[in-house]
Each structure stands twice: as C-alpha cells, then as structure tokens.
C-alpha cells in the first residue's frame, strides 16, 4: 500500500504563489498526480510526474523526486477560484490511485 | 473526450433498502472503471476496481457483500449499496479513463452521488 502525506491548510491571497508538499511511503510506485476538487464537486486531474522534474502546465506546475519521495504542486498568481482542495495521488502499475487526505487552498482577497 | 457520467446525483433512502449507482463513460470503452467513498472534509478512499467482464476487486475493509458492483458492459458499472444503514451515507465517486490516456492525462470522475440513508 501507499500513505501520503500533505499539509490540511494553506491560505494565501490573491496573486501570491502557494506551494504544496507531498510526501509519500510506497510500494509499487509509478508515478504522482494531483486533483483539484471543489466543495461538492468531483475532483479534476491538473497534473502528472512519472519522472524526476519539473512538469508545467499553464499556472499550475508539479515537481517529482523519486529519490526523496516527495512532490509539490506550485499554484502561481492566485486566484479566488483556485480555493479548493488538492490532493496528491499515487499510482501503481495496475493504475490504481491512493490519495493523500488533501490540502484546503483558501485564497483571500 | 473522455466524459464521465454518474447518476443519480442525489438520493435519500430509507435505512434497510439498497440504492443503485450508475457510471458511464459517454465517449470512450471503459474495461477498469474504480469507486471511491469520500466523507466530509476528508480523503477519496478507493472502494473496489470494477472489471468489465469479470468480477471487481475490493479493497482491504470493503464488503463485497454490501457494495455489489457489476461492470457488465465496455461503458457501464453499476455499485449497488444494498441494506443501506445510516453510515453508509457518504459522496461515492467513480473515475475511469481511456487507455491512451493514461497516466499523463489523469482520471476523468464522475460528478458524484450523494446519498442519505435516514
């Protein structure tokens, strides 16, 4: 099985630049996604690290390093949109997720 | 692409009675669809992978007894929560995704059921 780990909260304003840590204990681990769901919604993929590295897409991106178990997920010039939560994912070979339990992003003005 | 439906979206049932979820990906074959359970304020837990064609895998803790889940058809997975009990009432979820999307264009979720048992 898998456990991860991430911070319950961050809160940040309008503009700013937030960082979310995620920290893992694997077996089988293939990669790293992230989702963003908002309250009463279904979560939505943002992203996916198989490789070391930096991954960017649009404001959103996410950093791998497998020797160090540990990914982030960069959110730039925020906005009031982006409050949500944001969980870090595992996958394994046969495809499975294993979610950390999610960071509330609250974004103020 | 990859569009994922899930109904209903809402229901509220009497305690003892078995409610009938349905996930269907409209524009792509689903051979592997997977349920999830989400409290409030917590984590997505994976309930079983549902297998179109054979039966579904549970995870450690799921009764398959209570969670009947057929995947009969290459777009369709049914999770039957049968003799529902007031702690059954959670946000249960499915995701699928075409092979080629995967992994690096992620899971697409169904919009979520939420169901009340009283």
Known sequence: GQSLEQPSEVTAVEGAIVQINCTYQTSGFYGLSWYQQHDGGAPTFLSY??????EETGRFSSFLSRSDSYGYLLLQE???KDSASYFCAATDSWGKLQFGAGTQVVVTP | GAVVS???S???CKSGTSVKIECRSLDFQATTMFWYRQFPKQS???MATSNEGSKATYEQGVE????????ASLTLSTL???SAH???SSFYICSAAPRDRLPNYGYTFGSGTRLTVV
């Open chain 2, 6 to 8: 899930q109904h209903p």
């Open chain 2, 80 to 82: 039957t929560v049968t």
């Open chain 2, 10 to 12: 809402r229901v509220i």
């Open chain 2, 86 to 88: 007031p702690e059954d």
């Open chain 2, 64 to 71: 398959k007894d209570k969670f009947l889940i057929n995947h």
């Open chain 1, 78 to 80: 925020l906005q009031m």
């Open chain 2, 44 to 46: 997505l837990m994976l």
């Open chain 1, 49 to 54: 690290n198989a490789l070391d590295g930096l």
